[in-house]
């Protein structure tokens, strides 16, 4: 079976979300940004396990740096239909530190659990490179007519 390529249905809304944050937060200018605020979440979820109840896209992103996924072998799973939680687990570790805090929403919210673990496995995988729009041969013409030309003359 192929790799899964396609984002499924049933994670577009909360794909959307989390792309979303991720993306805001990635600053080249200050790319210690997203990790402090990674680490900020965690402590709050740490603090709180069922903080995120409901709001998949956070969990995702407070959990992101404290769990490892086996990408490869979860791509083979069939995605396209919701996986259930004990067929997502054996491809996922957990950091010692957050251990607690995992099996804490594992036994309370196993299915945003595994939502989050799936947010997190699609966007290991998207890419966020904005597409390269080519230029209408008109505009190309308008730039050929003043790149010859100084304007200061």
């Known amino acids: 079976m192929p790799p899964e390529t396609n984002l499924p ?18 600053d080249p ?11 900020s ?3 709050q979820l740490k603090q709180m396990p069922l903080l995120f109840s409901g709001m998949v896209d956070q969990l995702a992103m407070a959990i ?8 490869t072998k979860l791509a083979k799973l069939p995605l396209t239909d919701n996986p259930s939680w004990s067929e997502v687990k ?6 010692e530190d957050a ?25 290991s995988s998207y890419d966020v490179t904005p597409l390269k ?3 209408s041969e008109h ?7 003043y790149n010859n030309y100084d304007e200061n003359y």
């Not at 249905?9 to 990635?26: I, R």
């Not at 200018?29 to 680490?39: A, F, I, K, M, V």
């Open 9 to 26: 249905d049933y994670l577009a809304e909360d794909f959307s979300l989390y792309l979303e944050n991720m993306t805001s937060l990635a």
């Open 29 to 39: 200018e200050n790319p210690d940004l997203l990790l402090n605020y990674l680490s």
């Open 41 to 43: 979440l965690f402590e």
């Open 64 to 71: 992101s740096t404290k769990i490892r996924i086996d990408n």
């Open 90 to 95: 054996p491809f996922v570790g957990v950091h």
């Open 99 to 123: 251990r607690a805090c995992i099996t804490e929403i594992m036994t309370h919210a196993e299915q945003d659990l595994k939502t989050a673990v799936l947010l997190i496995h699609f966007y």
């Open 133 to 135: 729009t080519e230029e």
């Open 139 to 145: 505009e190309q013409l308008d730039d050929y007519e």
